[in-house]
């Protein structure tokens, strides 16, 4: 348990459909990050939130949209997917982005199939 | 282009034996840390690095940061089928950097 939790753990959507991935941290951290990890990619970063202000958009397309309400929750409203974008997507939090030497701690990720 | 690369990226030994995974880099690095992730789950942090040279050890798993600071390793004695695993290494450009930069993994099997 790492202090960071995700839901769904498993998603499976239809290139129509609209979903959210939501991710709760419960560490007191300020930075939360999304990242997408792939068979054959190492861990991509999509997202940076700090203090609740988006800080980094690593050129990730528009149907993927993240919202961060307060320090603590995330979320990544998905929408028109394409069955490319099936992954398993990861939510992290830190400290702070300016602060400490980056040790991001990770929640168990969302498996998500796009039919 | 990999800023961090892993070797080996697969690597399958017995029960008993050791082993070492490298994470090299033409960059140098503020800090460094190495994830350990079982299938299912996200990384979990195993350790940081800061300081050149720096050798820390975690029971049987012994990390070093090398002394340019673009490098590092992570030696691991007398496997057991619970360090199965993918090890991620992940480094920090600066401190205060947003982003960490992720190697590829080295995808770790312990055969009883």
């Known amino acids: 348990e790492t202090g960071v939790t995700q839901t769904p753990r498993h998603l499976v959507m239809g290139m129509t459909n609209k979903k959210s991935l939501k991710c709760e941290q419960h560490?007191?951290?300020?930075?939360m990050y999304w990242y997408k990890q792939s068979a054959k990619k190492p861990l991509e970063l999509m997202f940076v939130y700090n203090f609740k202000e988006q800080t980094e958009n690593n050129s990730v397309p528009s149907r993927f949209s993240p919202e961060c309400p307060n320090s603590s929750h995330l979320f990544l409203h998905l929408h028109t997917l394409q069955p490319e974008d099936s992954a398993l997507y990861l939510c992290?939090?830190?400290?702070?982005?300016?602060?400490?030497?980056?040790?991001?701690?990770f929640g168990p990720g969302t498996r998500l199939t796009v039919l | 282009t990999q800023l961090l690369e892993q070797s080996p990226q697969f690597l399958s030994i017995q029960e008993g034996e050791n082993l070492t995974v490298y994470c090299n880099s033409s960059s140098v690095f503020s800090s460094l840390q190495w994830y350990r992730q079982e299938p299912g789950e996200g990384p979990v942090l195993l350790v940081t690095?800061?300081?050149?040279?720096e050798v820390k050890k975690l029971k049987r798993l012994t990390f070093q940061f090398g002394d340019a600071r673009k490098d590092s390793s992570l030696h691991i004695t007398a496997a057991q089928p619970g360090d199965t695993g993918l090890y991620l290494c992940a480094g920090a450009l600066s401190q205060g950097a947003q982003k960490l930069v992720f190697g590829q993994g080295t995808r770790l099997t312990i055969n009883p």
């Open positions: 992290a939090s830190s400290q702070d982005v300016v602060a400490g030497y980056g040790e991001q701690f």
């Open positions: 560490l007191g951290h300020n930075a």
């Open positions: 690095v800061v300081t050149g040279g």
